[in-house]
């Protein structure tokens, strides 16, 4: 096997959830998000661990990724958040999943649908408060309310919305979207369309929004141990791995990798590592990010090619060729530090982890 590894720490897994937990109380269900593919740690594995520590409902993007955890044998409450088209509502009906309604013409679909079978069908609405993304507009309610009691096989169990800018609290726009989030729950509830579920908060606004919380929370970033407000503190989850398979020493003025971005200006040691691109490690960490070798940074020099970069360890002491590498995850080098050379954010340094690197559960 190839040595280029992820190791993902289910316990720490766990410690987060329970951290979510303990800051929105017993009373707050938990809706985990474990789109794409578990933000790239392994949709199957996280999910039972999840499941195991008690969240209520899982929350995908796509069916697929439903599908994916029905076949793994997964049968807990499933919502697709990024909404169904109509050619995908027979297979939704089948495997029982929860979809999220955005717009009128959906919804008749899935009432047709399930009509087809005699059945009834539950779903989530999404509102658009702000985010401009999907949902039906607050201001376009009243068309629902008018639509809606046509549909008497279907039952609307859920209420929600997304928040654009939770991780900013010096903004007053989520306060704004929370405002109008509540007021739309009024008008259902007024007309006694109370929906079991309300829900609001992704990780961010979990941490600063206490108002958003609803009786449901959407955490995703939270569990993998990322996106930390307020001096709440998440453990690391996912440690990406690799180790050195080539050591050379270069006289000054060899030029490394493509291009030559990168001539060394001294005798120097340098370290070929089999991680590049195609694995998720970006490009634009070229020059920019450092790794960790027994327990020090080094530079990652030149370009980062598609299958390998190459390390300046001219510095550290006693490096050999098998000697692991951490690209991030250890107290050296965090998955924060590396989405800050790659001026980014950690959610996509995790999700675009390749899937040619083995994924190892502890
Ligand atoms: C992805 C997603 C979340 C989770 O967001 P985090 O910032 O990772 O907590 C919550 N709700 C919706 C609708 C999402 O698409």
């Known amino acids: 096997m190839r040595p280029t590894w992820v190791e993902i720490d289910l316990n720490s897994i766990k410690t987060n959830l329970e951290t979510v937990k303990s800051i929105v109380g017993d009373n707050v269900s938990v809706l985990a998000i474990v789109k794409a593919d578990a933000y790239g740690h392994g949709a199957v594995t996280v999910s039972k661990t999840l499941i195991n520590s008690g969240v209520e409902k899982l929350g995908v993007a796509t069916l ?10 997964i049968n807990h409450p499933i919502i697709i958040l990024g909404g169904i088209q109509k050619e995908e509502l027979d297979d939704v009906i089948k495997h029982g999943i929860i979809p999220t309604i955005y717009d009128l013409k959906i919804l008749e679909e899935l009432s047709n649908a399930a009509k087809k079978i005699n059945k009834n069908y539950s779903y989530h609405l999404k509102i658009d408060t702000g985010m401009s993304r999907l ?8 068309l629902f309310f008018e639509k809606h009691a046509k549909y008497n096989n279907l039952r609307l169990v859920g209420l929600f919305s997304h928040l654009s800018m939770a991780d900013d609290i010096s903004s007053d726009y989520t306060e704004m979207q929370i405002t109008l989030f509540h007021e739309s729950l009024k008008r259902f509830i007024e007309l006694n369309i109370e929906p079991e579920y309300h829900h609001l908060a992704n990780s961010a606004a979990i941490q600063n929004y206490p108002l958003s919380h609803g009786n449901m929370v959407r955490p995703g970033i939270m569990i993998y141990g990322a996106g930390a407000f307020n001096g709440f503190k998440l453990l690391p989850v996912m440690k990406l791995k690799s180790k050195i398979i080539q050591l050379k020493l270069h006289e000054k003025g060899t030029s490394v990798s493509y291009g030559g971005t990168y001539i060394t200006d001294k005798k120097s040691l340098i370290a070929t590592i089999p991680i590049g691109y195609a694995d998720g490690y970006l490009r634009r960490l070229s020059n920019k990010a450092f790794v960790s070798v027994n327990g020090e940074r080094a530079p990652v020099v030149g370009r980062v090619c598609m299958d390998f ?10 490096v050999n060729v098998g000697d692991v590498v951490t690209l991030f995850g250890d107290g050296n080098v965090s998955l924060d530090d590396v989405a800050d050379w790659a001026e980014t954010i950690p959610y996509e340094i995790m999700t675009l982890v390749g899937k040619r690197v083995h994924r190892l559960f502890l």
């Open 135 to 142: 949902g039906i507009k607050h201001q376009d309610l009243d």
């Open 309 to 318: 970069i190459m390390v300046d360890v001219t510095e550290i002491n006693n």
């Open 64 to 73: 697929e990724e439903a599908m994916e955890l029905r076949e793994s044998g």
